[in-house]
């Protein structure tokens, strides 16, 4: 490992009790994560969040509150860094002018991202990709008692 990466993401839960989930394709390979991303030299987490939000989902996000920061070594899947990953709930200060998407990877238009909503009480561990969502998916669910 040569450096830290840190990342930062939003739980962003719907009146219906539905999780955000946003599907990408990058450096030839598909996943399923939460909205999110790197920190920028001289960024806040907050900061680095709602840019994120900003640049991921065109909308702005009230951070709410933190809810887990890995607890354990993590490779990236992607370079040779060691990531640290921080979730905080949000939730939008507006509408989300989104087209979302009823199964993962539906892009559309040569995007390599969409989004879609998936009920709480049926989200697994399967519907993310990284083993850091995966314990956030454990997590969460044991909050809410699902």
Known sequence: M????VRVYGLLINDQQEILISDEQQEGRTFSKFPGGGLELGEGLID????EFMEECATEVEVLNHFYTTDFFEKS???DSQILSIYYFVKP?????????????DFIDGSSQAFRWVKLDTLTEADVTFKTDQTVVRLLKQA???
């Open 48 to 51: 680095a969040l709602k840019r």
């Open 144 to 146: 809410i008692q699902l």
């Open 93 to 105: 200060v507006g509408p989300l002018n989104l087209a979302f998407k009823t199964k993962p990877f």
């Open 77 to 79: 899947s992607f370079n």
């Open 2 to 5: 040569s450096y830290f990466n």
